[in-house]
C-alpha cells in the first residue's frame, strides 16, 4: 500500500474508532473528559513539535504573533465545543447522530468557502448542498429529538477547517498553541471538580486513570498520520477518503452500540449519502 494511503487511512480509521475509546469513560462527566483531553495533548504536542525544527518554527512564529495567536484562540474554542459535544454524544447513546454531522461538515465548509472566500460553486458542488440540506431537514422532520448533537459536531468541525484556512500555523504545532491557550479552561475545570467533590481522575480506579492519561496520545496521534498522510497524497484523495470516519462512526454506533434508526431517517443517511458521492465527483473532476 503506497505510503501516504496507509498513514491517511490510519489516521481515519482512529478518528473512526473513538466512540470505543470514550465509550471507556462514559462514567466521566463529558466536562472533565474534555479538561483531561485538553491537559493531556499538551505535553504529546509539545515532545512531537520538539522533534521537527520546522513545527517549532512554525509554534515560536504562532505566539509571536498577535493576530495568529487570536484565530488560533477562536480556532481553539471551536475545536472545544467539537470535542465536547462528541463526547456527549457517546455518553447519550447518539453516535449515529454525532456521525451525520461528520458526513455533512464538508458540504457545511462548501457554503462557508463560497460566502466568506467567495469561492466557486459547481453544479455538482450545488447539487451536493441542495440535497443534503434537504436531507438533514428530512432527519430532523422525522426523528424523535431533535439532533443537535449531530447538527453542532457538523457546524462545529466545518467552522474549524473554514478557521485553518485563514491560520498560518500548520496542524499540529496550531494545535499545540489551541490546547495551550485552552489549558486555563481545562484547570478551570479541575478546579470546580475538585470543589465539589467530583473529579474521577484518581478518585475510581486505576483503569479510568490509565485511559485518561491516554486521552492526549489518542487526541493527537490520528491528527499527526492525518497530517503527515496529506503532505504526500492529492487533496481529492484526502477529501474522498475522509468519509472513513464517519462512515465508521456509523456502523459501531449501530452494530456495537445498539442505537436504533428508524426508515425515514435512513432514507435521509441515503440522501446525504448521494450528496457525498456528488461531491466526490466533484472533487474527482476539480470542478
Request: no cysteine; charged share 10%.
Amino acid at each position: 500500500m503506497n505510503k501516504g494511503l496507509l498513514l491517511l487511512l490510519s489516521g481515519y480509521i482512529l478518528w473512526g474508532g473513538f466512540p470505543v475509546f470514550w465509550s471507556y469513560l462514559s462514567h466521566v462527566t463529558a466536562g472533565e473528559v474534555l479538561a483531561h483531553r485538553i491537559f493531556f495533548s499538551v505535553p504529546v504536542l509539545i515532545a512531537m513539535v520538539l522533534l521537527r525544527d520546522k513545527w517549532k518554527q512554525g509554534f515560536i512564529s504562532a505566539i509571536n504573533s498577535r493576530r495568529e495567536l487570536l484565530n488560533l484562540l477562536i480556532s481553539g474554542t471551536i475545536i472545544a465545543v467539537n470535542w465536547g459535544v462528541y463526547i456527549l454524544a457517546v455518553n447519550y447513546g447518539r453516535i449515529i447522530e454525532a456521525s451525520m454531522g461528520y458526513f455533512i461538515s464538508p458540504l457545511i465548509q462548501i457554503i462557508g468557502g463560497y460566502l466568506i472566500f467567495n469561492e466557486r460553486l459547481s453544479k455538482y458542488k450545488k447539487t451536493a448542498v441542495l440535497l443534503a440540506t434537504a436531507s438533514v431537514f428530512y432527519y430532523i422532520l422525522n426523528g424523535d429529538v431533535f439532533p443537535w448533537i449531530g447538527l453542532i459536531v457538523g457546524f462545529s468541525f466545518a467552522s474549524y477547517g473554514i478557521a485553518r484556512k485563514i491560520i498560518k500555523t500548520t496542524d499540529v504545532p496550531g494545535l499545540l498553541v489551541e490546547t495551550t491557550i485552552l489549558l486555563p479552561l481545562a484547570l478551570a475545570i479541575y478546579a470546580w471538580l475538585i470543589s465539589t467533590n467530583q473529579l474521577a481522575f484518581l478518585s475510581v480506579d486505576i483503569k479510568t486513570d490509565v485511559l485518561i492519561i491516554f486521552a492526549g496520545l489518542v487526541t493527537v496521534v490520528p491528527l499527526a498520520l492525518f497530517t503527515a498522510g496529506a503532505k504526500i497524497l492529492p487533496m481529492t484523495t484526502t477529501g474522498i477518503l475522509f468519509f472513513t470516519t464517519p462512515l465508521l462512526q456509523f456502523m459501531i454506533g449501530y452494530t456495537m452500540f445498539d442505537e436504533t434508526i428508524n426508515q425515514q431517517q435512513l432514507v435521509a443517511f441515503i440522501g446525504i449519502w448521494l450528496s457525498l458521492i456528488i461531491y466526490s465527483v466533484a472533487l474527482i473532476k476539480k470542478i
